[in-house]
């Protein structure tokens, strides 16, 4: 029988177009990194789509 791991994922939205993607493994005690990735959800993350980025330098 082949071993399993167990692992768990995690997704936070920063409100500025794109989420940042996390996979760990291991126990509570010693948990492990295996991913840390940002998602970008919008296609041109030059154009804030939040009021208060467009007037951040104002």
Do not use: F, K, N, S
């Amino acid at each position: 029988m082949a071993a399993t791991a167990r692992v768990a994922l995690g997704v936070r939205d920063h409100y500025c177009g794109c989420a940042v993607l996390v996979e760990l493994t291991g126990d509570l005690a010693t948990p492990r990194l295996l991913r840390r990735e940002r998602i970008a959800l919008l296609g041109d993350l030059t154009r804030p789509d939040q009021p208060h980025h467009a007037t951040a330098g104002l």
